[in-house]
T-cell receptor
Framework: DAGVIQSPRHEVTEMGQEVTLRCKPI?????LFWYRQTMMRGLELLIY????????DSGMPEDRFSAKMPNASFSTLKIQPSEPRDSAVYFC?????????????????FGDGTRLSIL | DQQVKQNSPSLSVQEGRISILNCDYT??????FLWYKKYPAEGPTFLIS?????DKNEDGRFTVFLNKSAKHLSLHIVPSQPGDSAVYFC??????????????FGKGTKLSVKP
C-alpha cells in the first residue's frame, strides 16, 4: 500500500517567494493533517481536514499560510510570501475516522516531509 | 506550556539490554497515547498505542505502560537492537465533542543502541 506522499522533498527558495507544498493522503483516510517541525518547538499541528473540510486551523501561524483540500486525494499548503523563519520540515499525515461510539482511536500515518529552506 | 513532555533528549543503551523511554503529560483529558519512531529524513512511523482503559499494551519487543494517576507513560524495548536507534516521540489526544482530538507531541528522545 502506498503511504502518504509529499512533494517536493526539498525546497530552497528566496524570501518573498510563494511556496506550495503538496500531499497525497492514504486512499480511504478521512482525516488529513499538516504539521511543522522545528528544533525549538518540535512537531506542531498547523491545520487538519475531515472529509476535505478544514476543521481546525488554529495552528496556522499567520495569514501568509493557507491550506486547501480540493478533493479526498490531494492537499496543498501554501506560504505567500515566504520568510526565513518559515524554514522547517513540513509533514502531512492522514488517518481513518476514530469511532466515537467505541472511542476507538486511529493512529496518524505520516509522509516523509518537505524540508523547506527560505534564504 | 507543554502538555506532553519527554524530559530526556537522548538515551544510550547497549544492544540486547532494555531501553526505557519516558513521557509525562499534564492534561487529564488525554485518553489515547501513542509512540512514534522517526529515522532521519523520514516521517514519524506509528509504533504502538494505548487507550486509557488499559495500563499495558504489548507488541513484540515493544511494551507501553500507562500510569494514569501519575500521568506517566513509558515505552520498553526488549531486547534493544541497533536498528532501534531513532528518535521516539510520545503523543496524546483526547475526545472532544464526540470526535477524536488533535495529537499533541512531545519533543522526542533520541535513542542510540550500541552494538
Amino acid at each position: 500500500d502506498a503511504g502518504v506522499i509529499q512533494s517536493p522533498r526539498h525546497e530552497v527558495t528566496e524570501m518573498g517567494q510563494e511556496v506550495t507544498l503538496r500531499c497525497k493522503p492514504i486512499s480511504g483516510h478521512d482525516y488529513l493533517f499538516w504539521y511543522r517541525q522545528t528544533m525549538m518547538r518540535g512537531l506542531e499541528l498547523l491545520i487538519y481536514f475531515n472529509n476535505n473540510v478544514p476543521i481546525d486551523d488554529s495552528g496556522m501561524p499567520e495569514d501568509r499560510f493557507s491550506a486547501k483540500m480540493p478533493n479526498a486525494s490531494f492537499s496543498t499548503l501554501k506560504i505567500q510570501p515566504s520568510e526565513p523563519r518559515d524554514s522547517a520540515v513540513y509533514f502531512c499525515a492522514s488517518s481513518l475516522e476514530g469511532r466515537a461510539g467505541t472511542r476507538l482511536n486511529q493512529p496518524q500515518h505520516f509522509g516523509d516531509g518537505t524540508r523547506l529552506s527560505i534564504l | 506550556d507543554q502538555q506532553v513532555k519527554q524530559n530526556s533528549p537522548s538515551l544510550s543503551v547497549q544492544e540486547g539490554r532494555i531501553s526505557i523511554l519516558n513521557c509525562d503529560y499534564t492534561n487529564s483529558m488525554f485518553d489515547y497515547f501513542l509512540w512514534y519512531k522517526k529515522y532521519p529524513a523520514e516521517g514519524p512511523t506509528f509504533l504502538i498505542s494505548i487507550s486509557s482503559i488499559k495500563d499495558k499494551n504489548e507488541d513484540g519487543r515493544f511494551t507501553v505502560f500507562l500510569n494514569k494517576s501519575a500521568k506517566h507513560l513509558s515505552l520498553h524495548i526488549v531486547p534493544s537492537q541497533p536498528g532501534d536507534s531513532a528518535v521516539y516521540f510520545c503523543a496524546a489526544s483526547a475526545w472532544y465533542g464526540g470526535s477524536q482530538g488533535n495529537l499533541i507531541f512531545g519533543k522526542g528522545t533520541k535513542l542510540s543502541v550500541k552494538p
